[in-house]
């Protein structure tokens, strides 16, 4: 279409009449349509939230965020991103390869040949491998021992075992066997396999991941379960309800929505309610033969079948369920299943599921608290979400309100109980919450920024919140205070603020690294580093940690990145798109703008004044070359036992192993700086700088910083001789006590 030709006759039309047209354009048609004619070269067109969100969740299969779904900018820019920048991340315990990494490659800085680290875990995000070549990645789900993605194709690939805990299998070795590569998840025999062929019967649409089986509906609208990677997927059919598989949204028969639960599958069947069934589990024999199985034994939520456009009469005249509304959405937790309604309400319902008893509970409606607001719609639930025993509801006030299924309990089996139903933790209230992830014991927000925050703990220091480096202290400068070695990781109070965010950029690892070590002068930061990090009071550490917060928050624009070059769409460098979580471990689907992440990379690299000379011989590393980047200026501590001292300080503060000392051969009792050369060569070069070098000749732009020192909110003045530090965005006013708040 020609500007000169036709505008005139296009904007005779009503507007109604242009946004019925726009669905049926593709993004080329709809973006050469708007830019071609200047009246629609207006944002209420060119962002169109309804053409560019349901461009971003058909095309590429995105869930929808019900949170930003009128905000068209973002799912416009989104789209552009989605086509070639969508990275799987995963971090925390690798219990049976759940995180898709290898640990061959080198995890430390500077490390020249690949060690294995002697703990299995993540502490910060890490790109799962293999996940480059499977095309545009849509979704992202954590199992028990499993992570399973979604691809625009439609394909489920999965990693780590789907049930760690199955010993059941015939032969031996008797437990399915860990994946360490993103693995396809197949169908029966003959079915097309929707990487090769698209099929609406086997592509997928909508998948659930439980914490040992994946559940997912198809194009067309068929139910697909999975109890282990190697086997084939099973057709569920039922005896009770029939299901329409004609690809229709609406209808009766026609399946909303799928969910795999702690050990219960939950399906969304359009006239006959909120269905619960067994996971299917077959023999290897029996997944080999079979289509599909059909599931005897299923039973309907009560008062879950009402549709608003269909409204069920019952008898005696009354509509059925209409008090309680049309089903939404759903979660399905450990012993209960919870769902939101058209009327904005939210019910729980109890599972019992016994060889002798298979019942829902009747729903009970759950009373949202609301805060000064006292109308209606202060307390009208937009969301729901959870697993295992946590979950939280978001209203259109915009609190986000979590909870547990214990505290639930009393109320669904009419017991009395003075507890409250729900918490309102500062740092998820009108921060533009997206979603909540929960694993065991931690959980993660996504924020529509892109970023995500932690809360919750670590068990056994897993670093399932995601805020570690590259080992334990740095943790702690993020706010994580370890309960001995190996200990759980609990968050400060303080980090119940703001939030603290899940780093993706390499370099802010480098720079926490760095200022654990104690900056660039370790004596003089030596009283700071006890006090924020050494000592079990979480004061200091908790402000300190808040502090490192704000730098790390304004880190894009502290070194000139936002705002610049084309490519810049006010999304940033790293744009989380859904963060996932289950067990002791995490993952998020990352869109990463390579471009500014290496402008990033460069951006905080600085050239020495006087190049070094390197006489390094990489297959024998001497201990004069593990001190490579040192400059011959005094700018970076130049010998090597300044350089030990450094790097061990924080550790050291900590009782911990030093960096280049073997974690097994440590002895805690007789800590000491180290101060000659126990190690051998060879190890000291796998350690040769903790963050103040990226490579040789050059230096980080942080390498003169030191260890922060505050004024403290209780008006204690951090000692040390250097000035005092600044908050970017202030000090924030602690909201300490605010589990008892209300
Ligand atoms: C399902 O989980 C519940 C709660 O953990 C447990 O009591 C029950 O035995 C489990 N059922 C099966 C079949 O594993
Ligand atoms: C219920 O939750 C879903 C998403 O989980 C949301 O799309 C829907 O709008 C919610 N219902 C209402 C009435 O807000
Ligand atoms: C490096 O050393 C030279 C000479 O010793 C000195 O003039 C210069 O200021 C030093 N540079 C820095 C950054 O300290
Ligand atoms: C570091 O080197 C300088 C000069 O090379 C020397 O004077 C100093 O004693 C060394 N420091 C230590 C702790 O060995
Ligand atoms: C230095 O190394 C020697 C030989 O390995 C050892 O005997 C001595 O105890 C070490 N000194 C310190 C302070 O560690």
Request: one cysteine or more; a negative charge; proline letters at 6%.
């Amino acid at each position: 279409m020609s500007s000169e030709e036709s505008p005139t006759t296009l904007l005779d039309l009503p507007v109604d009449l242009l946004l019925l047209i726009f669905p049926h354009l593709d993004a080329a048609s709809f973006l050469s349509l708007t830019s071609t004619c200047k009246a629609l070269h207006n944002s209420d067109f060119a962002e169109d939230s309804a053409y560019w969100s349901a461009l971003v969740r058909n095309q590429f299969r995105v869930p929808n965020q019900p949170v930003v779904q009128n905000d068209g900018r973002r799912w416009k820019r989104l789209y552009k991103r989605m086509r070639t920048q969508s990275k799987c991340y995963a971090w925390g315990n690798d219990d049976k390869g759940c995180l898709g990494h290898s640990f061959d490659l080198p995890n430390l800085p500077g490390q020249r040949r690949p060690v294995m680290r002697r703990s299995r875990h993540l502490s910060c995000p890490s790109v799962m491998e293999g996940t480059e070549q499977l095309g545009i990645i849509s979704d992202m789900q954590s199992g028990g021992w499993s992570t399973t993605i979604l691809t625009s194709k439609g394909a489920l690939y999965s990693c780590g075992v789907m049930d760690g805990l199955q010993f059941n299998q015939r032969r031996p070795p008797y437990m399915q066997q860990p994946k360490k590569q993103p693995t396809a998840l197949i169908f029966p025999v003959g079915m097309p396999h929707p990487k090769d062929r698209y099929e609406p019967v086997t592509a997928i649409k909508q998948f659930s991941s439980g914490r040992s089986h994946i559940l997912a509906l198809s194009d067309s609208g068929r139910i697909w379960s999975w109890q282990d990677i190697e086997l084939r997927g099973v057709h569920v059919k039922f005896v009770h309800h029939t299901l329409k598989e004609d690809g229709r949204e609406k209808g009766t028969g026609v399946v909303k929505k799928v969910v795999a639960g702690w050990n219960k599958s939950v399906a969304l069947i359009e006239g006959s309610g909120l269905v619960v069934w067994e996971p299917i589990r077959l023999s290897q024999e029996e997944s080999e033969t079979s289509d599909a199985a059909l599931v005897l034994l299923s039973t309907v939520v009560p008062r879950t079948q009402y549709v608003d456009s269909a409204p069920h009469k019952t008898s005696d005249g009354a509509v059925e369920g209409q008090d309680v509304g049309e089903v939404q959405s759903f979660i399905v937790l450990e012993d209960t299943i919870l769902f939101n309604t058209s009327l904005g309400k939210v019910f729980a319902a109890v599972i019992t599921w016994t060889d002798t008893v298979q019942a829902v509970s009747e729903p009970v409606e759950l009373s949202i608290p609301v805060k000064g607001d006292t109308t209606a719609e202060a307390s009208f639930v937009t969301d729901i979400q959870g697993s295992f025993r946590n979950f939280a509801v978001f209203t259109k006030a915009g609190d986000v309100l979590t909870s547990e299924q214990d505290r639930i309990m009393p109320l669904l089996t009419n017991q009395h109980t003075n507890r409250r139903l729900f918490t309102r933790i500062p740092a998820l209230q009108n921060k533009q919450v997206i979603s909540l992830a929960f694993g065991d014991y931690h959980f993660h927000a996504l924020h529509s920024s892109g970023e995500i925050t932690s809360y919750g703990y670590e068990p056994q220091s897993c670093g399932a919140l995601g805020l570690g480096g590259h080992g334990v202290p740095e943790g702690r400068l993020r706010g994580v205070q370890n309960r001995g070695i190996g200990g759980d990781g609990h968050l400060v109070p303080h980090a119940y603020t703001e939030g603290r965010r899940v780093w993706f950029e390499k370099e802010k690892q480098e720079w926490i690294s760095f200022i654990t070590s104690g900056g660039a002068d370790p004596q003089e930061a030596a009283a700071r580093v006890r006090m924020a990090i050494g000592s079990p009071g979480p004061n200091a550490q908790g402000e300190v940690s808040e502090w490192i917060e704000q730098e790390g928050r304004d880190w894009e624009t502290k070194f000139g990145i936002r705002g610049q070059g084309e490519e810049d769409d006010g999304l940033g460098a790293y744009f989380a798109l859904s963060v996932s979580a289950a067990g002791w471990h995490s993952g998020a689907l990352v869109l990463v703008n390579e471009d500014m992440a290496e402008r990033l990379r460069k951006a905080v690299e600085v050239p020495e004044r006087a190049p070094i000379e390197t006489h390094e011989d990489p297959a024998q590393p001497t201990a004069e070359s593990s001190q490579a980047p040192s400059s011959t200026n005094n700018t970076l501590p130049t010998n090597a036992s300044i350089l030990d001292r450094a790097a061990d300080w924080g550790r050291y503060f900590l009782g911990l192993a030093p960096y280049n000392v073997n974690d097994a051969a440590y002895d805690p009792n007789s800590a000491h700086l180290r101060t000659n050369a126990t190690t051998n060569a060879n190890e000291a070069s796998q350690t040769q700088n903790f963050g103040a070098s990226p490579r040789p000749g050059y230096k980080y732009i942080w390498a003169d910083d030191h260890f922060p020192r505050l004024r403290l909110s209780d008006g204690t003045e951090m000692p040390g001789e250097v000035e005092f530090d600044e908050w970017r965005f202030g000090r924030p006013e602690w909201r300490l006590g605010w589990e008892d708040e209300e």
